[in-house]
């Protein structure tokens, strides 16, 4: 079974800064779009911002400017570089990854985020 890996997340005052990362148990390629959601308590699931490419990158309108997604196909990762916190990017962050070949999507567990004085 796929396994994606979460880890980075944790407590931090607004205006810091956290890195994601999701190590994936699989290999990565050219073919696999990943990227990162996030659902906060009493909302829905959003996408955070995905990358099918290095040219080819999406981002939710809240976080454009504060966040950069990266990854690293020869480490089988994804990143998430998030600065600028706001107590309203408070929430548990989901890695994903999907085979756009068979379109089938892989979630890792999450790691919470907390932005908070």
């Known amino acids: 079974q796929a396994q994606l890996v979460e880890s980075g997340g944790g407590l931090v005052q607004p205006g810091g800064s956290l890195r994601l990362s999701c190590v994936a148990s699989y290999s990565i390629t050219s073919r696999h779009i990943m990227g990162w959601y996030r659902q906060a308590p009493g909302k829905q699931r959003e996408l955070v911002a995905d990358m099918a490419g290095p040219d080819r990158t999406n981002y939710a309108d809240s976080v454009l400017g504060r966040f950069t997604i990266s990854r690293d196909n020869a480490k089988k990762t994804v990143y998430l570089q998030m600065n600028s916190l706001k107590p309203e990017d408070t929430a548990i962050y989901y890695c994903?990854?999907?085979?756009?070949?068979?379109?089938?999507?892989?979630w890792g567990q999450g790691t919470q985020v907390t932005v908070s004085s």
């Open positions: 994903y990854v999907n085979d756009r070949v068979y379109d089938s999507s892989y």
